[in-house]
């Protein structure tokens, strides 16, 4: 039996194919549904874990740090994104439902003098200090936390943007660099004393020369 199909049947079949959503690879870490563009090692299972445990006490208790290491090429900036990302999202998404506790816990008594200070109730806001109002409150307590990625260098920054890039996250961002990369001075830009030229075209503050400060 000849089957014969039209090219532009063909071309139709293939455009369906391409526009068709791939299936996502989800992991359950930490309670999170996680997107990773693959099969991730123990180590990064490990690694993402820790870092959503670290947010999920930060969240609760006020603040939380960790210092997290591993191996040179052992995807630490993939796995970071994307437990960061997905618990961004997931916090978006509870907060949106309403699932969302907001409110600070309040300090305990002196059930540790050593960190409540000798058996003193901590106080929370200065009574002269007006209290916030309602609207207020809610617009404060309604924002999404915002993520800083830092680094030593300005290729690193291009590698994460890379890494970034394979997720299936997209949120609104700003990469942010040092005078060298964004001057726009056309005379300064691309000379190796960036900075010196920079603050000598900026010194009098009642003449400034540079014609790209606004």
Known sequence: MVSTTSKSDSKHEERQTLNSKTPKNLYQI???QVEFPY??????????SRVISTLDRA???GHC???LESPTGTGKSL???CSVLAWQQNYKSRLLKGNLSHSKPAPEAATDPLNHGGGFIPETQPSDTPLPSNAEATKKRAKIPTIYYASRTHSQITQVIREYRKTGYRVPMAVLASRKHYCTNRHVHGKDNVDEECRLLLKDKGNIQCSEFK
Do not use: I, V, W
Request: glycine share 14%.
């Open 65 to 67: 740090h960790a210092l």
């Open 30 to 32: 930490g309670g999170l």
């Open 79 to 81: 796995s970071l994104l």
């Open 39 to 48: 099969q991730p090692y123990g180590t990064q299972l490990a690694f993402m």
């Open 59 to 61: 969240q609760r208790d």
